[in-house]
């Protein structure tokens, strides 16, 4: 993966910043200079690649904050802001002329407020965090990434987290309600709040999914919902990919939208059963854990549905959960899913496209014919429900080779995504790993138009460079307008 | 002062294309319903996109229908409910509010200028459900954002900006909307006779239990007596157990009715469509702000201006026809806001939409930024310049 190169007289000068930037920030150990407390930062959840950043900040307050990116802004020193670290492309990989913005110590959760539904959270609140501090009143925060006990709050509003609820209860995006945050000039800016609409332009939309690109995210309003009074769960067998994928179709067809609409295939469920024994089948060939979750009136009736739906699909084992004991094992299996495969691999691959669920027996039987070609084995665990795939190729990072095979298999996967009418990253986000391929989504015209609303946020492309964008344009450059054919007058077109 | 119909993407761009390189700016038109919605432009041509309209794709399982942006919502809402499927936004017809004649709105409309229903509450706004868009931006070059699945986070995500941007960045061809099952059955819990407090109160009471209020409103003047309302949908069974359980919980509110499902659908498609303020030519306001915030703020509002008024998302929206003030009550209504929350101009003469901020004055920093978005899609501000602001 090609970075920018490293500026050397930045790094030369690594111990003058720091003392800069030691004026800014009010606590003692703000600033991390040291090579040994600099290692600790790194990598990200992508581990496969790594970098030593110039320094690490760790600001307390937004003026903080304001104070260290104005400077960044003024002398031209790269930014990479960084959350829990948890990020799978790659989204906080440090630049080594550049330095880490943490937000560690934005932990705190600033206002609760049921009566509007919503949480006012500093951003390196985790996830399961703002649920934990609300769940003795029964509500939650419902976006649930399976990195929820360590991914900070700002992290997701950055990549736009998902989870296994996004079908009914939405991405990030559909639950955050304001941010605070600053720009790479110093300025503060408050997008959004405990009201629904804002008028203007939706650049809170923006921000959430900008993957560090556009600002630095510093308080976080998010919506917080009752929690569902009952959840039940079948865990469903069936004999192909092919059943299961027309049973998902099926009951939504229906007009069902379940809480949780989870599928793994053969080589998923062995790894998850024999790991933690939640008594999966063993003799078939896909494996569907359907929650539906609401009032107990509503999730007893579809629960009967779903089941009359399974078996017209061809269904040849039904469980139904008789309490939160059994439904939670049904879970445990597939939340295992990434450790289960890390015991059988030494290192696995994780990919992240979403296709349209109706090809999911086609990118199935892709992926058995690059296993073939690659000799590296793949287990798919797949949110059904909105069409996020979940490929875990298996391989080991010693033997010569395996890494960049491996690499090649997961673009092979998401150009075929793409292909098929999906897309590269469902909740993963793009970073430095699948910066290359979005050509293959993108055209010129499309990603130079993303960029140039980078350029209005930050002209000089200071915060989080190498992410993102295959290629990088100057601001001047693409703001230029290329008059065609010397072009003036209106073109001889139906005038009425 | 002319017409343009580009029958095509290509003649679109040459269009776009010349009117950048000749700096005159375009006024967006496809049905023409919201005409009279927004800042009024007066620009020196019109760009008319009827000829974008069409559904291309719809996969009710894939719970994804792609459309031309021009294409009417009446016919996009007659093929989903083919399927039992529907856009769960709740699009609002606003014509006679605005009293316009045009045949229907459009997609492209409604997600230009993000509108959403009551049930904005539980599923989210027009900016929610736009999965992809195709456009030509103000330097008239074709782009795309987001695509054809629901969950997508490759890019920047352009399909919210676009939604809500009231067509100053970029004239849409075609939009990708998620759509959702229509619900079985619909039953609203009626209570009676409630002031501003207490049924905002009582809203909240309907909104904090697990009975999954798909609806929340407040009508102080229906049939002479106020009336609050709160709207559960679902499969019959659920709905039967859950509107009976909300108003065995809502009791210390008064005793609450029952409404089936013809006249619920009735109720809210009169909310959705404002149509208690609709008739008149008094200047109308959609104020969003914190629900709990509202009854203080209709106070506020009551004591400066003669008004009438409901309330939806429940509380969270309110709705006020003035009467007889010289800004519309721009002034009062603003301050009594006191930047917490965002007012906007619904209906009003020509001359007072010039006159008045249309949309919540933004703060100078985020105004400055705002420029610079649009400026990096439209340069030469020729695209429905003034129609959101007077600058661009």
Redesign the interface.
Known sequence: MLMPEPDAAVIARRSAIAADLRRFCAAPDAVIESEDERRVYESDGLTAYRARPLLVVLPSTTEEVSRVLAYCHKTGLKVVPRGAGTSLSGGSLPLEDGIILGLSKFNRILEIDYDNRCAVVQPGVTNLGITAAVQHAGFYYAPDPSSQIACSIGGNVAENSGGVHCLKYGLTTNNVLGIETVLIDGTVLRLGGKHLDSGGYDLLGVMVGSEGLLGVVTEVTVRLLRKPSTARALLIGFPSNESAGACVAAIIGAGIIPGGMEMMDKPAIHAVEDFVHAGYPLDVEALLIVELDGPPAEVDHLIGRVEQIAKQCGSVSVRISSSDEERLTFWAGRKAAFPAVGRISPDYYCVDPTIPRAKLPDILKYMAELSRKYGLRVANVFHAGDGNLHPLILYDANEPGELERTEQFGADIMRYSVEIGGCLTGEHGVGVEKRDLMGSMFSDADLQQQQRLKCAFDPGGLLNPGKVFPQLHRCAELGRLHVHRGQVRFPDLPRF | M??????DEK?LI??V??????E?ALEIVAGGSKRNLGRPPQLPHTL?VAAFAGVRQY??????LTAGAATPLSEIESALAAK??MLAFEPADWRTLLGSTAASPTLGGVVAC?L?GPR??RQ??A??HVLGVAAV?G???????G????????????C??L???YGT?AVMTEISVKV???P?ATRTVALAGLDDARAVAAM?HG??????LSGAAHLPKADGRAQTILRVE??V??V???SQ?LRDELKPFGAAEIVGDAESIELWAAVRDAQPLAVGERAVWRV??????SPAFLGAVRAALDVEYFLD?GG??VWLAVQGADDGGAGPIRAALGG???A?LIRASAALRAAVPV??P??S??AA??A??????D??RILNRGR??PEF
Do not use: C
């Not at chain 2, 996969?59 to 994804?64: A, C, Q, S």
């Not at chain 2, 695509?147 to 352009?158: F, W």
């Not at chain 2, 909104?207 to 999954?212: I, T």
């Open positions: 002319s017409r343009y119909r580009p029958a003649q040459e269009i294309a010349a009117a950048a390189a000749g005159e008319d996969e009710p399982e894939e719970l994804v039992r499927q993000n959403s904005r509450i989210g706004a900016r929610d931006s330097r008239g070059e074709a782009f795309k954002a695509g054809r699945v629901v969950k997508n986070v490759t890019g920047y995500d352009l919210k900006l939604a809500g941007s960045l959702l099952p229509a079985e909240t909104l904090n239990s697990p009975h999954e679902g499969p069974p659920s039967e157990a859950r359980a969003s702000l914190a629900p709990t915030a998302w969270g929206l917490q929350g965002h906007t949309f919540e933004l703060p920093a985020l930024l705002s610079r978005v649009k400026d990096g899609f340069p030469k959101l602001y």
